[in-house]
């Protein structure tokens, strides 16, 4: 079956610095990716949409400069933290629209973001 | 807009019995509804995907069950295990985006 999959499943780095997060369907084409952040014991929250070869659509409250999503494939998207901060230490999952059912959603893994 | 409940937020149990996860939403103009489960510092995985046209899913000793016109769902656990634990989290669907409840953390005492 289809499957997305997310990189790196967990990463620290330090205040101040840029991390990039991975999100790839492995076996169809995602034409829609979807970034979500889970805040502590809070649900998960749609951050951004990305399309392949346009820029992304950020939610609302959402820094488009700080949290950069690049989606230059269809089976890529990336979300970079830039300057990361200690608060900006969460979870992150991507989604991809696609496979067999173009209107299928399938979850990556997600990311777990320390900054120090 | 959407908003998605779970109750209880925590739930603790002794290995063996059967539960019950609910999950309630306020717009029932969904696509779908789909139960998560979280370990602890690890990523999401899926579990039960129900469209809006079915009433339920089983898999294995996993059962959930939609009830749209109430906004509700629930997910049955039967005999469950220690390894069980973990975070369940419901989302429901309204074409591309989800809506996600806050979770409810299971523990199975053994």
């Known amino acids: 079956g289809a499957v997305v999959s997310q990189h790196p499943s967990r990463v620290i780095c330090k205040s101040g610095t840029s991390v990039k997060i991975e999100c790839r369907s492995l076996d169809f084409q995602a034409t829609t990716m979807f970034w979500y952040r889970q805040f502590p014991k809070k649900s998960l929250m749609l951050m951004a949409t990305?399309?392949?070869?346009?820029?992304?659509?950020?939610e609302q409250g959402v820094e488009k400069d700080k949290f950069l999503i690049n989606h230059a494939s269809l089976t890529l998207s990336t979300l970079t933290v830039t300057s990361a901060h200690p608060e900006d230490s969460s979870f992150y999952i991507c989604?991809?629209?696609?496979?067999?059912?173009?209107?299928?959603?399938?979850f990556g893994e997600g990311s777990w973001l320390t900054v120090v | 807009k959407q908003e998605v409940t779970q109750i209880p937020a925590a739930l603790s149990v002794p290995e063996g019995e059967n539960l019950v996860l609910n999950c309630s939403f306020t717009d029932s103009a969904i696509y779908n509804l789909q139960w998560f489960r979280q370990d602890p510092g690890k990523g999401l995985t899926s579990l039960l995907l129900?469209?809006?046209?079915?009433r339920e899913q089983t898999s294995g000793r996993l059962n959930a069950s939609l009830d749209k016109s109430s906004g509700r769902s629930t997910l049955y656990i039967a005999a469950s295990q220690p390894g069980d634990s973990a975070t369940y989290l419901c989302a429901v669907s309204h074409g591309n985006q989800f809506y996600f409840g806050t979770g409810t953390s299971l523990t199975v005492i053994p």
């Open positions: 989604s991809a629209m696609g496979g067999a059912s173009v209107d299928t959603i399938y």
């Open positions: 990305s399309n392949e070869g346009s820029k992304a659509t950020y």
């Open positions: 129900i469209q809006s046209s079915q």
